[in-house]
């Protein structure tokens, strides 16, 4: 799946991954989807990717932050 990285503390983008899917959820707090992702810099580690607006288009966005 590909995910577009960035880091909202820092106010930084970083580059789009194609990532491998561990499952998909619901977001418990606003119902929107989330993809539980396999961290691509470190192995054995997950990270979340939400559904969500970036750059003015609905896409796969994991914050770092």
Not at 55 to 60: F, I
Request: aromatic residues 10%; charged residues 20%; contains cysteine.
């Amino acid at each position: 799946m590909l995910v577009q990285f960035l880091n909202s503390g820092y106010q930084t983008v970083g580059d789009k991954k194609d990532v491998n899917v561990v499952n998909m959820q619901l977001c418990e707090f606003r119902g929107s989807p989330q993809l539980k992702i396999e961290n691509p810099w470190w192995t054995g580690e997950t990270l979340i990717a939400d559904w969500a607006e970036h750059d003015g288009v609905m896409q796969w966005v994991c914050d770092l932050d």
